[in-house]
């Protein structure tokens, strides 16, 4: 299933529709955290969940592996990449950091990662950044700041801030590694394939972390309590696997090869306010007057961002998402 990203793509309706991807995947992978920690409170450990979450899912994505198997001839590097960056690296990292500083501080510095894709792609690949996705960003980390509540209970364990900064270089890692090739046309990396190589590949590296063969199996034939209802462990594993990982990769890669890291990185920020009004719904964590301010300032990051138009260099045409853009107005380069 190639994924085309010609410039005609890449209009309005081609941006809509990855604006929509992006939503998805936002929303999908912000189902994952409310699902999980009844699992977690029932006797699962959480490196433990995490394994169940990627194993599980490279499961079902196993047929689009051996569909796409020239991909580990043509890409390996890639599909390595991905499998330890964007699947091991950043979940491994971020549950880690849950161990030595709040929940709160390790989200937030995990969502940094649009701000260091921005600086990947003004610094690294040297192109300019328009002044709204930049703009986006720092609204958008700043309603993060005010959703997960920051200021509660801050520790400066080092190891814990480097392991959560860890994790945001991985989610770096995730929109990067998920835009090579979709310059290529027809030619890019399969995404599906791509994703279910990473998802082996993840699988594999956190076996080594998460040892499952020590795990409480009996766990998830029993049930979970979800804010005093009771719910089978297997239904909660079965979204976490089905919905918050395999559509929420689908749904996120092809929204990096719509947009662009960058912008796309940005709009990945409200799956923190998803969790969190998720926690609300289900699990009785009520929100508070800073969080529905801050989950506010976080959706008007997010338009800011996905709807700023891309500058010109002076030696030509900019490319983002992978594809040449056309030039915005004079003044909107940062």
């Not at 509660?152 to 801030?161: R, T």
């Not at 290529?184 to 499952?212: C, E, K, T």
Request: with cysteine; glycine share 12%; net charge neutral.
């Amino acid at each position: 299933m190639p994924v085309h990203t010609s410039e005609s793509s890449q209009g309005s309706g081609g941006k809509g529709v990855g604006l929509g991807l992006a939503l998805a995947s936002a929303l999908t992978f912000g189902g994952a955290g409310p699902a999980a920690k009844p699992l977690i409170e029932a006797g699962l450990d959480p490196l433990h969940v995490v394994w169940l979450r990627v194993a599980g899912a490279a499961l079902v994505m196993l047929p689009f592996a051996v569909r796409h198997r020239a991909l580990v001839r043509h890409r390996p590097a890639l599909l390595a990449g991905f499998g330890l960056l964007a699947v091991a690296g950043a979940q491994a990292c971020y549950f880690a950091a849950l161990s030595r500083i709040p929940v709160g501080v390790a989200l937030l510095i995990e969502y940094l990662a649009p701000a260091l894709v921005l600086g990947w792609v003004r610094f690294v690949q040297r192109r300019p950044v328009s002044r709204a996705a930049a703009l986006g960003v720092v609204l958008a980390a700043g309603g993060l700041a005010c959703v997960v509540e920051v200021w509660a209970g801050l520790s400066l364990d080092a190891l814990g801030l480097l392991l959560a900064l860890g994790a945001a270089c991985c989610q770096v890692g995730y929109f990067v590694l998920s835009d090579q090739g979709a310059e290529a046309g027809d030619q890019a990396p399969n995404p599906l394939g791509v994703i279910a190589y990473g998802l082996l590949v993840g699988a594999a590296v956190l076996s080594v972390l998460a040892r499952p063969w020590g795990m409480d199996w009996s766990v998830l034939a029993g049930s979970a309590d979800m804010d005093g209802t009771a719910v089978p462990a297997f239904v909660l594993l079965g979204w976490i696997v089905l919905v918050a990982t395999v559509v929420a990769y689908i749904t996120g890669v092809l929204s990096v090869r719509r947009l662009s890291p960058q912008v796309a990185g940005v709009v990945a920020c409200l799956e923190a306010v998803v969790a969190t009004v998720l926690a609300w719904v289900l699990l009785g964590e009520h929100l508070s007057a800073p969080q529905i301010v801050g989950g506010a300032v976080v959706l008007l990051g997010a338009f800011i961002a996905q709807s700023s138009t891309p500058a010109k260099a002076s030696g030509g045409p900019v490319a983002q998402g992978g594809v040449e853009r056309e030039p915005s107005a004079p003044g909107t380069a940062v």
